[in-house]
Nanobody, 115 residues
């Protein structure tokens, strides 16, 4: 059974940084393209970034140059380093395969950017 557990969310001031973690069990993160997604209040869930199993990353325009996705094969964990955070980054952040699989959504982790 695949389980994905997100952590690392917090309240942070604009311009601050956070690192989110996604611990996977039941499925090696190195075998699949893995993505980070987010859902802001009143909005649909959207893709933020993904990392390919073969290497290479993709970012949506709004986070390019500020966010970095990475993975640790030994820990079977995917990370999202978020710098220069803005209020419009406020959302619940989730990880999942890319494309996402409906049964793999976890609880997410709340990121709030506010002064």
């Amino acid at each position: 059974q695949v389980r994905l557990a997100e952590s690392g969310g917090n309240l942070v001031q604009p311009g601050g940084s956070l690192r989110l973690s996604c611990a996977a069990s039941g499925s090696p993160v190195s075998f699949y393209d893995m993505g980070w997604y987010r859902q802001a209040p009143g909005k649909q869930r959207e893709l933020v970034a993904f990392i390919r199993a073969a290497g290479g990353m993709f970012y949506v325009d709004s986070v390019k140059g500020r966010f970095t996705i990475s993975r640790d094969v030994a820990r079977n964990t995917v990370y999202l380093q978020m710098n220069s955070l803005r209020p419009d980054d406020t959302a619940v952040y989730y990880c999942n395969r890319y494309p996402s699989i409906v049964d793999y959504w976890g609880q997410g982790t709340q990121v709030t950017v506010s002064s």
